[in-house]
C-alpha cells in the first residue's frame, strides 16, 4: 500500500473521512483553499465554492485535536524526513454549519481529513442529507407517477381512436355485398380487424390500469411557514447552486404561515429554483445571483391576504416560442430535460387553490421570474400575533 493508501487506511480506522490531495510543497494559503475546497467537496461536506470563515491554519502541532491520527503518521513524516506540519480550519457544511477540516503536509500530498463531528453536527448534517434524500426520492417517485398518469392520458387518446376506427371499418365490412370468391378474402380482412381491435383493446386496459395506481395525491392541509419552508430548499440545494457558483439571496424578511401540504410546496420551490440555476448554467457571461422574494399581499374587501414567493433568476430568459410551450408535457428546451417539472408545480399549486404563473424581465434585465401565490392562514397559537406584529399595516382577515 503506498502512503496516501496507508493514510486513508488510518483516518478510515479512526472514523474518519479523509482525502490525499496531490500537492507537492508546503501549500500556501490560496493552495491550501483550493484543496479544501476540492476535498470538502469530494468528502461531501461543502460545495466546491467552500467557505473558508477561519484562514487561521494555526494549530501546527501544537493543540493538534486527533492525537491518535497525528501519533499515527509520526513514523511515516520520520521515515521520509518531513517536517510533519499540521493545521486545521473550517468550512461550511450544508446548512451552514461549519465543520472543521484538518490537514497534513506530506511530501507527495495534503492529507485531509475531518475529526470526528460533535454528537449534534453529526445529526444536523445526517437528518439534512436524509431530508434531501427523502425530497429526491419524493421527487422521482411523483414525477413517475405524474409521467405515468399524462403518459396514460396521451397514449389513451389515440388508442381509442384506433379501436373506434377498427370498429367502424369492421362493420363497413360486414355490410360489403362480396362475391362468394373473395369471401375467403374477407374473411382473412375480418380476422386481422379483429386482432388488431383485441390489441388495441388490449393496450387500452393496460392504460386503463396504470391511471387506477396513480390516483391523484390530495394534498395535507397543516400550518406551514413559506419562509421556513423556502429556507429548507434553499439549504436542499446549497451544493448545486455552489457548485456552479450562483448565489442564492433571499429577500423574506417576515414569517408567511398558510395552509398546504410541506412536502408538495416544498417540491415546487425545489422545481422552480432548479430550473432558475439551469436557466442561469445556459446564459453566458458572469453568474447573477437567484433571488428568493416572500412579499404579503393584501387581499380586496373580504379575500383573504395573499403570501406570493417569487424566484428570479437572470438566466436565459424565456423566448416568445418558449413561453407558449411551458407547460405542455415532455416539452423540454434541455437534453436531459423531462419537460413536466412546470405542470407537475401548477398542478401542486392548484390543488392548493393557489396561482403559478411567470414574467418575462424586460430588456436590458435578462432572465425571469416564476410567481407562487397561496393564501395566507392565520399565525399559529404557538406564535400569537406575530403575523400582526411581522404586518402591523396589514389589517386583511388572514391577519387576524
Ligand atoms: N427559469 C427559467 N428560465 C428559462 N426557461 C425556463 C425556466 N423555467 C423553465 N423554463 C423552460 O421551460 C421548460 C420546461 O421546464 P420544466 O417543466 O421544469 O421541465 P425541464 O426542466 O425538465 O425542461 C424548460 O425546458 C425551459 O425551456
Ligand atoms: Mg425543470
Known amino acids: ?27 500556501d494559503n490560496a493552495t491550501l483553499l483550493a484543496a479544501l475546497g476540492q476535498a470538502a467537496l469530494r468528502l461531501r461536506m461543502a460545495p466546491a465554492g467552500v467557505v473558508w470563515r477561519t484562514p487561521a491554519w494555526v494549530e501546527r502541532h501544537a493543540g493538534w485535536p486527533d492525537a491518535a491520527l497525528h501519533a499515527a503518521l509520526q513514523p511515516a513524516w520520520q521515515a521520509r524526513g518531513e517536517p510533519g506540519s499540521a493545521g486545521s480550519g473550517s468550512v461550511a457544511a450544508p446548512g451552514g454549519t461549519m465543520v472543521a477540516l484538518h490537514w497534513v503536509v506530506l511530501a507527495d500530498g495534503l492529507l485531509l481529513h475531518e475529526p ?136 423574506m424578511p417576515h414569517e408567511a404561515w398558510v395552509e398546504g401540504d410541506a412536502l408538495m410546496l416544498q417540491q415546487v420551490i425545489v422545481n422552480l429554483m432548479r430550473n432558475a440555476l439551469e436557466a442561469q448554467r445556459e446564459a453566458p457571461g458572469p453568474k447573477a445571483r437567484v433571488l428568493l422574494r416572500l412579499q404579503r399581499v393584501p387581499g380586496l374587501a373580504g379575500v383573504p391576504d395573499e403570501l406570493q414567493l417569487d424566484i428570479v433568476d437572470h438566466g436565459c430568459g424565456l423566448t416568445e416560442d418558449a413561453e ?42 435578462a ?21 400582526e406584529r411581522a404586518e402591523p399595516r396589514e389589517p386583511g382577515p388572514a391577519a387576524a
Open 116 to 251: 470526528a463531528p460533535p454528537p449534534d453536527t453529526a445529526l444536523a448534517l445526517q437528518r439534512h442529507l436524509r431530508d434531501r434524500e427523502r425530497l429526491l426520492f419524493t421527487s422521482r417517485s411523483v414525477s413517475v407517477g405524474e409521467m405515468a398518469s399524462t403518459l396514460a392520458h396521451e397514449i389513451n387518446q389515440p388508442i381509442g381512436t384506433i379501436a373506434n376506427v377498427l370498429r367502424g371499418v369492421g362493420a363497413r365490412l360486414a355490410r360489403l355485398a362480396v362475391p362468394a370468391h373473395e369471401q375467403a378474402a374477407l374473411e382473412d380482412l375480418r380476422h386481422g380487424l379483429k386482432l388488431a381491435l383485441d390489441q388495441a383493446q388490449f393496450a387500452g386496459r393496460i392504460v386503463g390500469r396504470i391511471r387506477e395506481y396513480t390516483p391523484s395525491r390530495q394534498p395535507r392541509r397543516e400550518r406551514l411557514d413559506l419562509r421556513a419552508l423556502a429556507t429548507e430548499c434553499v439549504s436542499l440545494l446549497d451544493w448545486e447552486f455552489a457548485r456552479d457558483g450562483v448565489p442564492v439571496q433571499a429577500d
Open 324 to 365: 407558449s410551450r411551458l407547460f405542455v408535457p415532455f416539452e423540454s428546451s434541455k437534453p436531459d430535460g423531462m419537460g413536466i417539472g412546470l405542470k407537475i408545480c401548477r398542478s401542486f399549486v392548484e390543488l392548493h387553490q393557489g396561482r403559478l404563473w411567470f414574467t418575462r424581465h424586460a430588456p436590458p434585465d
Open 1 to 27: 500500500m503506498d502512503l496516501a493508501g496507508g493514510l486513508r487506511a488510518v483516518a478510515a480506522a479512526l472514523g474518519m473521512r479523509s482525502d490525499v490531495c496531490p500537492v507537492n510543497t508546503e501549500p
Open 367 to 387: 432572465g425571469c421570474s416564476f410567481h407562487i401565490a397561496l393564501h395566507a392562514a392565520p399565525s399559529p397559537p404557538s406564535a400569537p400575533g406575530r403575523a
